[in-house]
């Protein structure tokens, strides 16, 4: 075996419009109901330390019963109630938060925009950055998370970069406490095909010190069906030939885990936070690929079928060192934060063709690519609350990526007789900085909130194509102002607005010139004169919440200049070539609806639905002035206390389809159950299902007058795991200010 490099270590629209149709008038019913009709619930009465007070100069609609919480610029979500967290990825869990859609290869988006940045604890990381980010989000395990918070919007305080706007991830933290107490949790989970998870944490706090760890290995497996029906130009005729390839794939992987953290309060208005945490995963997938056309024209006839193996690793290692001085005076302080991190991807893909038509000798295939992504971003905040309640927030932002690919082939008639082929062979580097200062000024007239924000970026990024001596550069600033209005109707209502200019940078993929084969058929480069796309965004919005009732209904619209584009071409043969330009404008303009509501004192629901119009511009490919779709996302929860040990939940989750400038990937569809049963305070067992149904599938097509390219695959993801969780020591309080969105709702305990 050649080893170049060494390795360390749809558903369809029908779904939509009938999700849709169901979704809509139980929304309007529900927001009619909730005017009128205070809702019942069988929680307790709130604990007052655990509710902020109504502070208007900051308009944070707080409901702990529902999971859900609200700030002049972001809403979050609890996954605490989540059962998919304790046998699941992050993926699974990610696909219940409104706005958000997972596809079924980890691919995130928000509200059908798939450039969207991922935070973790409000800083970037490189376990979210480049190829190996899908697969993150497919292997991490859930439990490690706290809650969600999603920016459509973001403030300018936030990094302008993702045109789909920010996710932050709040880690799992350890509440502060006098008294020693210690706590931890030891968790299990057995399912079908071979999969299995096991996990510890423990937590320790007291005298100003707070210590928390965890470990846990998850093994994940799934098949893979991609049938994929081709027409290709035929160069004398200009007709479209028929060509079909189908892929039949298994796929398995192991999770590895680790994570610390320390907390120490240093004295009375300083304190001391450090992080350590390492991610590793090892895919395993074996394949049978075969590809067939008749030919015709200028197109050979072709046939061959092509057994292979495909080896992937990852790893992450990030940590932080952050340091926070509170002020005498009310509500000032400062905070820096020095985060590291860095991503290791290898990838090698064997594989052997035998062709059929037309006779000729075999072809074996050994490419590696190695890529690696450190980061580092250092963060200062000052905050000071001023008179008449106003808050003053600025900062510095730097953050700087320092990333490198690798490639090494090999091929020949036969794996003994492959050589070294130095047309696989690059070396590519990629450094960027962004630094960036901001500042946000809020101030309460009366019911209306007033947040305003600019946020200044200078950018200066070199590529290298260092086999090729091909060097690139670019340097600019912009300005990036944000605006956030919050107007209080009534103690349970209030409408938002806002505005918002961002910036979608190429990464280091859609830069790289060198053109990678990644099969005799298929061939990929990116463009190094590519610029940045901006984007403006608008929104309106009503929030009610009464008790353990949420309702909101956003309309938004976005509106993309200099479009990111990824565009495929024929180059004859048979054989195509995906590059990247910078095309004209896209546009979305939709209604999101969210409610979460109690129906009964044991069931309870959370819904969401997205209804957009998204157009694309395509006039610069030659092709028609514009490519437009509407497009229907959506998702359902229900949660039922059967029992008052026994705890069931349901959820379907459909993501609607993409456009882009030459087809769409198609619409997605995902379920879920969850049954718990506590034997005490602190024993349960779990039973959760993924895709019981079988539905998970996607179609990605590309589709004008000179290529169709129609590729449907079909994801055997069903699974059913059985396991438990046992509480070890005393339980652990955590302060108001973290909002434990789970602790009163009805089904969340």
Known sequence: MFLPIQSPGRARLRA????????????????????????????PAPDPQAVAPRQPQTVTVTAPASGYRSSIDRKSYSIASDLQTGSGALADVLRKVPSVQVGSEGDVSIRGDADVTILVDGKPSALFSGPGRAQAIQSLPADQYERVEVMTNPSAAQTAAGSGGVINLISKTTAKSAEPTTSGTVSGNLGSGGRFDVGVSGAYS???????????????????????????????????????GVQVQHQHDDVLTLGGALGYDLGPHDRLDANLDLVTDREVQNQIATYQTAGGGGIPPLAYVAPGFLHDEYMSASGSLGFTHTMAGDGESLAVKLSLSQAHVYSQNQATYGYSQPIQPGLYQDIAQRADFPQADLKVDYKKTLANKAKLAVGYDGQYDWQAEHDQGAQGQTATQAAADPTFAQHFAFHQQVQAAYATYEQAFGNLTVQAGLRGENTTLETNLVS????????YFKLFPSLHLAYELSDTSQLKASYGERIQRPDETQLDPFVTERNPLLFSAGNPDLKPM????????????????????????????????QVTQDIGGGALLSTWSNLGRSRDLGVELVANRDLTKTLSINTSADFMHSEVDTANLGLANDHSAFVVSGRVTVNWQVTPKDFVQLGVQQSGRQLNAQGYYGAATFTDFGWRHRFDSRLASLVTMQDPFGLSRRTIAIDTPTLVDVQKRKFNYTAIFIGFTYALGGASKRPADNFDFGAQHTGGQ
């Not at 210590?211 to 081709?230: E, H, K, P, Q, V």
């Not at 090729?468 to 340097?475: L, M, S, V």
């Open 16 to 43: 939509s419009a009938c999700l849709a149709a169901l979704l809509t008038p139980w929304l309007c019913a529900s927001l009619a109901a909730a005017q009128q009709v205070p809702a019942t619930t069988a929680n």
């Open 206 to 244: 007291g005298g100003g010190l707070s210590l928390s760890g965890n470990a846990s290995f998850r093994r994940g497996a799934f098949n893979r069906d991609i049938d994929t029906r081709y027409g290709l130009p035929d160069p004398t005729t200009g007709n479209l030939v028929p060509a079909r």
């Open 468 to 475: 090729a001596r091909q060097k690139g550069r670019q340097d």
């Open 534 to 565: 901006i984007i403006r965004s608008y929104e309106l919005g009503y929030e009610y919440r009464h008790k353990t009732t949420d309702l909101q209904a956003t309309l938004f619209y976005k509106d993309r200049s200099n479009l990111l584009t």
